[in-house]
């Protein structure tokens, strides 16, 4: 069964933490994708990755890091640095990020700070 | 910059009847693409259908189809016969390339409610 993963669903997280998301792939894409969404909103990026060991800054990267070390695992840091970070975190991939490729997404993690 | 606009918050359905829900787009590229997303309450956003700029023809996908008016920069997505599973957040998204990826601007959403 090809798809995407995300672990945990809900993470919980006390100020001044740091915590990492899981994002995990079997569709062979290339393209990886972390977004955000607040409630009521649409979403924005915070990083992509074309490539093993490459990842660019989306729209909203302030107080997040990632790393790309396997082709299927695209893991998503929020540091203390991030002033703001409840949300809904959904990661994405996509064949090779050209045009007219389809991201597909996985479940999500729904991230409280305390 | 590229923008979408989903100007229904919400809508309220009858079960079986079609709905449009409307997306409008701004930008300056000359090849785009466009998609739709329903989120049900779960969260996952589960992808429904693309148009190319390109494409001459609407695109269509069992009960889903886009309405493309490229001259008013519009791409409304159609569901027929609706039901009461399609109650849930619709999201219009346009591609926008960046560095040979492809990184997806959303609209604010439209939350449609099917009544049985």
């Known amino acids: 069964d090809g798809g995407i993963t995300q672990s945990p669903k809900y993470l919980f997280r006390k100020e001044g933490q740091n915590v990492t998301l899981s994002c995990e792939q079997n569709?062979?894409?290339?393209?990886m994708y972390w977004y955000r969404q607040d409630p009521g909103q649409g979403l924005r990026l915070i990083y992509y990755?074309?490539?093993?060991?490459?990842?660019q800054k989306g729209d909203i990267a302030e107080g997040y890091s990632v790393s790309r070390e396997k082709k299927e695992s695209f893991p998503l840091t929020v540091t203390s640095a991030q002033k703001n970070p409840t949300a809904f975190y959904l990661c994405?991939?996509?064949?090779?990020?050209?045009?007219?490729?389809?991201?597909?997404f996985g479940p999500g993690t729904r991230l409280t700070v305390l | 910059a590229q923008k979408i606009t989903q100007t229904q918050p919400g809508m309220f359905v009858q079960e079986k009847e079609a709905v449009t829900l409307d997306c409008t787009y701004d930008?300056?590229?000359?090849?785009?693409?466009l998609f739709w997303y329903k989120q049900p309450s779960s969260g996952e956003m589960i992808f429904l259908i693309y148009?190319?700029?390109?494409?001459?023809q609407n695109a269509t996908e069992g009960r889903y189809s886009l309405n493309f008016q490229k001259a008013r920069k519009s791409a409304n997505l159609v569901i027929s016969a609706s039901q009461l599973g399609d109650s849930a957040m619709y999201f219009c998204?346009?591609?926008?390339?960046?560095?040979?990826?492809?990184?997806?601007?959303f609209g604010q959403g439209t939350r449609l409610t099917i009544n049985p």
């Open positions: 994405a991939s996509s064949t090779s990020g050209a045009p007219g490729d389809t991201q597909y």
């Open positions: 998204a346009m591609r926008e390339s960046l560095q040979g990826a492809q990184k997806l601007v």
């Open positions: 148009q190319g700029s390109y494409d001459e």
């Open positions: 569709l062979n894409h290339d393209a």
């Open positions: 930008t300056s590229d000359q090849s785009y693409g």
């Open positions: 990755s074309q490539i093993v060991n490459d990842f």
